[in-house]
Every structure is written in C-alpha cells, then in structure tokens.
C-alpha cells in the first residue's frame, strides 16, 4: 500500500499563487506516476496534472497549463503543484493520486492511491 498526504492548501485572492505539496509513503516503488486531481461543490473530480515518477514526462489539463507546473522531488518521495494566476475557478479540493501504471485518459479511474485532500479557495 501507498499513503498520500497532502498540504499546502488555503484561502488566497485571484491572482495569487500556492504550492500543494503530497508526500508518498509505503511502498512507493510501485507507483510509476503521481498527479493531481481536483473536484470543485457539485462537479466531477478532474485530471489536473501528472508527472512520471521518473520526472521525464508530465502532462496537464488544458485550463491549467502556462499556470501550474508539477514536480517531484524523489529524494523525499514528493511531488508538487505550483499554482500561479489563480482564478475563482481554481476553487475545488485538491487530490494527490497514485498509478502503478502510467494512465493516458480516465485519469480518476485509473488511480491506484489517493490522498485525503486539500482545499484550496480563490476569492474573486
């Protein structure tokens, strides 16, 4: 099993930015990538970015990229969403996720691991 544990979330402006942070532990050599997911009051939970374990290939969502930019750092077996220009619809409670296999679509579906959350609120 892998745990996740993320932090980082809060209440900030349009505009402003934050970083989330997600800590893996556990048997984290088989989890091949990492991503975050957000799920906004009333919507489905939504692919946001996703990074290779590796750090080679990262992918993400059309409405977040040019803004957010996801890394890892695998010394301390952690990835990272650096959140910029934030607007009201970045408002949703923030996902850590983990794949044993490297998912191209159904991004939600396919996750093996996830975190409790962390909300992050923009007010506009």
């Known amino acids: 099993q892998v745990q996740l544990i993320e932090s980082g979330g809060g209440l900030v402006q349009a505009g402003d930015s934050l970083r989330l942070s997600c800590v893996a532990s556990g048997r984290t050599e088989t989890v091949t990538a990492t991503g975050w997911l957000r799920q906004a009051p009333g919507k489905e939970r939504e692919f946001v970015a996703l990074i290779r374990w590796n750090g080679r290939t990262s992918d993400y969502a059309n409405s977040v990229k040019g803004r957010f930019t996801i890394t890892r750092d695998n010394a301390k077996n952690s990835i990272y969403l650096q959140m910029n220009n934030l607007t009201a619809e970045d408002t949703a409670v923030y996902y850590c996720?983990?794949?044993?296999?490297?998912?191209?679509?159904?991004?939600?579906?396919?996750?093996?691991?996830w975190g409790q959350g962390t909300q992050v609120t923009v007010s506009s």
């Open positions: 996720a983990g794949y044993k296999v490297y998912p191209y679509s159904n991004y939600h579906a396919a996750a093996d691991y």
